[in-house]
Antibody, heavy 120, light 107 residues
Framework: EVQLVQSGAEVKKPGESLKISCKGS????????IGWVRQMPGKGLEWMGI????????RYSPSFQGQVTISADKSIKTAYLHWSSLKASDTATYYC?????????????WGQGTLVTVSS | DIQMTQSPSSLSASVGDRVTITCRAS??????LNWYQQKPGKAPNLLIY???SLQSGVPSRFSGSGSGTNFTLTISSLQPEDFATYYC?????????FGQGTKVEIK
């Protein structure tokens, strides 16, 4: 069974750094894209970026390029989303999601979400 | 970027109604148009991929169609568990833009 398990909720202050994680199981981790999706409180879904763990090919939305870093460690089947300096506007739920198949990038499997709260 | 515009933004319907949600792309695109359902406090769930392919386990009352710039999600007979927010998504380009969502509420 394919599973994506995300790290727990975080409460941070503006300017702090943060890395959240997404651990995959039940499939060959290197072979499927993993994406990150933001959902601000009461708002819609925003595509942030995507990584192919097999070769670390990473694509970012222009809206998030330079604001976050997506990475993956295939040895421990885990993808990451990292901020070097958080802002209050980063408060949101962040989902990781896996592509349905080898050669597509729509999301057939989702993590449970990680709530990030940034407040002074 | 391809912009995805859904209509309507919200709708009220009754159990048993036929419901249609439209997604319009800002430019002609491939058939890599997908639909997701999201219920409050839950992760999204893939319903339709590649414009018209039904995801495994999704009831057959859901269907998708369209090409070019215009795509449609249809629920043939709305059930109580279908009250949720629906999103379209383009997945062939970067970014894989989502539409703004359509909230389906109980009339």
């Amino acid at each position: 069974e394919v599973q994506l398990v995300q790290s727990g909720a975080e409460v941070k202050k503006p300017g702090e750094s943060l890395k959240i994680s997404c651990k995959g199981s039940g499939y060959r981790f290197s072979d499927y894209w993993i994406g990150w999706v933001r959902q601000m409180p009461g708002k819609g879904l925003e595509w942030m970026g995507i990584i192919y763990p097999g070769d670390s090919d990473t694509r970012y939305s222009p809206s998030f390029q330079g604001q976050v870093t997506i990475s993956a460690d295939k040895s421990i089947k885990t993808a990451y989303l990292h901020w070097s300096s958080l802002k209050a506007s980063d408060t949101a739920t962040y989902y990781c999601a896996r592509s349905k198949g080898y050669n597509n990038r729509y999301f057939g499997y989702w993590g449970q979400g990680t709530l990030v709260t940034v407040s002074s | 970027d391809i912009q995805m515009t859904q209509s309507p933004s919200s709708l009220s319907a009754s159990v048993g109604d036929r419901v249609t949600i439209t997604c319009r792309a800002s430019q002609s695109m491939s058939s890599s148009l997908n639909w997701y359902q999201q219920k409050p406090g839950k992760a999204p769930n893939l319903l339709i991929y590649d414009a018209s392919s039904l995801q495994s386990g999704v009831p057959s009352r859901f269907s998708g169609s369209g090409s070019g710039t215009n795509f449609t999600l249809t629920i043939s007979s709305l059930q109580p568990e279908d009250f949720a927010t629906y999103y379209c998504q383009e997945s062939n380009n970067t970014p894989g833009t989502f539409g703004q969502g359509t909230k389906v509420e109980i009339k």
